[in-house]
């Protein structure tokens, strides 16, 4: 498998007057792991439904393996679409639907297909997350936050995407839980090509999961560089978010 | 000058943002049409949905009809005798049932069930980024889950509103024979006489239209619902009362154009 690129020039989104994505530019290599961290509220996650074409943009350039994705046709944009995966941030599991056909909903389309194959697929992905072969029998108002978000992760990896999105993939875990889908995340990168873009508060979840680490904030990338470079960025504001500390501004 | 710009602003702004509704609900449709008809197709749920829909339905509808036509029947008698017209009690039943009462009432009452269900549903999904996933996960939601309840909706109103046609009928039948001293055999036929397939078909035609606006109000609704729980209630009561409206105002029409000359 081979990861694709992501590249987006001078993207802007505004809700109203508020602008969100101030000329956006940031380019995600094949194969590349790329966490975006910065404060809530910061437009990280729309940024990602932007890519996704979830959400227009309002000016600039999305490009996906060097389709402009505003140029592209009907037929392209689902091409586009179908090798790319997203876990998001709440889940978004399927209600009605027992867990094992959340998982193989991309498989399927949502079709009750090839059930035997389908629930042996999903409880192959759950034990990759971690989770035992009873649960791809219950409905997702029976698991906890936590397990809810496995599975999400389970059902973004099934189609084995090219590109995957994964919108706070530990929060609501414990460490142990969290470490497991970091590395899960870093072997999809790392063994199997996949671009990752990832989105999390979690500095240790970022230091694992990076190659390269993008801060947003006002609109716009603050800083970018190597996982490497993160605890002397040199810059003061990703120190002091690094770190978890407030300015005497901030305290109150 | 300034307070007469403000004078006319007002309802400018109001008349502009009704237009851009109707826009959206146009566009709306027009993608949920394409999408009902542009594989592939999800039988399965169609199936689900009409059963939802219908079935889960017809308690009510049945309960409305034969209430309405026993009570319309008792009203037609008391009227009718003030100009001794009490033997036009089984042809003015049946035509007032069919024309207007069996659809319109059968329309309403699946709008408040059906409609207000559906934006909940919906509107769920939207502020829980199920929808979004749904576009993540190689499928539309327009054919997945807008398609289904528009071609259901519109298949099942009319089986719907001939039932309720005929409970109608039937608590008028039964108001008459059994308290209002008519014949039997004589009611029926006097039914059968008056009963034209203009009046039939034009019921059909208008469940037709108002399982296509019920459907579209729910999902519209649903679809555009934001701000969380509060979001998805306003969506519920927007879906609800539009679609009132809409069933109203769309079988004047279909009145006026079948039976207007």
Same mark, same amino acid.
């Given at each position: ?21 101030? #000329?956006?530019?940031?380019?995600? @290599? ?45 037929? @392209?944009?689902?091409?586009?679409? =179908? ?10 599991? /399927? ?6 056909? =959340?998982?193989? /909903? ?10 035997? +194959?389908? #629930? ?12 035992? +072969? ?25 189609? @084995? ?81 690094? #770190? ?9 | %000058? ?5 004078? !006319?602003? #007002? ?65 037609? /008698?008391?009227?009718?005798?003030? !100009? ?33 269900? %559906? ?5 769920? %999904?939207?502020?829980? @980024? ?16 807008? +398609? ?67 459907? %579209? ?5 649903? /679809? ?38």
């Amino acid at each position: 498998m081979r990861g694709g690129s992501i590249e987006l020039v001078g993207v802007r989104k505004t809700f109203g007057p508020k602008v969100v994505l101030d #000329h956006i530019d940031l380019k995600v @290599e094949p194969g590349e792991s790329l966490v975006v961290i910065g404060g809530s509220g910061t437009g990280k996650s729309v940024m990602l439904k932007c890519v996704l074409g979830i959400l227009p943009i309002d000016g600039g350039t999305i490009r996906l393996d060097g389709v402009d994705l505003a140029g592209a046709s009907r037929a @392209e944009r689902t091409e586009l679409r =179908n090798r790319i995966g997203m876990l998001f941030q709440g889940g978004a599991l /399927f209600d009605s639907l027992p867990v094992w056909r =959340n998982i193989t /909903f991309a498989l399927t389309r949502g079709r009750a297909t090839n059930a035997k +194959a389908m #629930h042996a697929k999903a409880v192959d992905l759950l034990a990759k997350v971690g989770l035992d +072969a009873p649960v791809a029998d219950l409905k997702p108002s029976e698991l906890s936050g936590g397990m809810q978000k496995r599975v999400a992760l389970a059902r973004a990896i099934a189609a @084995e995407p090219e590109i995957i999105f994964f919108d706070e993939p530990t929060t609501g875990l414990d460490p142990i839980r969290a470490d497991t889908i970091n590395r899960l995340i870093r072997s999809l990168v790392t063994d199997l090509g996949v671009t990752a873009v990832t989105i999390t508060h979690d500095m240790a979840s970022a230091r694992r999961i990076a190659d390269r680490v993008a801060m947003l904030k006002d609109g716009r990338i603050h800083w970018e560089g190597k996982v490497a470079d993160l605890e002397n960025s040199g810059n003061d504001y990703v120190d002091r978010f690094v #770190h978890g500390r407030a300015d005497d501004g901030e305290t109150g | %000058m300034n307070a007469l710009v403000a004078f !006319f602003a #007002h309802p400018g702004r109001a008349t502009l943002a009704a237009l851009a509704s109707i826009g959206r609900v146009a566009l709306f449709t027009l993608r949920a049409l394409g999408a009902a008809v542009r594989p592939p197709y999800y039988f399965g749920r169609l199936l689900e949905q009409m059963l939802i829909i219908g079935w889960f339905s017809l308690p009510v509808v049945g309960l409305t009809a034969v209430f309405t036509g026993a009570a319309l029947a008792q009203q037609i /008698f008391v009227g009718g005798s003030r !100009f001794n017209a009490e033997s036009t009690v089984p042809a003015v039943t049946v035509i007032a049932i069919v024309r207007e009462l069996g659809p319109v009432l059968g329309g309403l009452m699946v709008a408040g069930r059906v409609s207000s269900a %559906m934006a909940a549903e919906l509107g769920t %999904m939207r502020v829980t @980024e199920q929808i979004d996933a749904l576009t993540t996960l190689r499928t539309d939601p327009f054919q997945y889950l807008i +398609a289904p309840r528009l071609v259901a909706a519109v298949l099942v109103l009319p089986l719907l509103v001939l039932v309720s046609n005929a409970l109608g009928v039937m608590g008028g039948f039964l108001i008459g024979t059994q308290r209002l001293g008519f014949n039997v055999t004589s009611y029926l036929a006097t039914t059968r006489q008056y009963l034209e397939w203009d009046d039939v078909s034009s019921s059909l035609v208008k469940a037709a239209v108002f399982g296509f606006i019920i459907a %579209m109000m729910g999902c519209y609704h649903g /679809f555009r619902s934001m701000g969380g729980a509060a979001g998805v209630g306003r969506s519920t009561t927007n879906a609800v009362v539009s679609a009132f409206v809409l069933i109203l105002l769309a079988n004047l029409i279909i009145t006026v154009l079948v039976f207007g000359t």
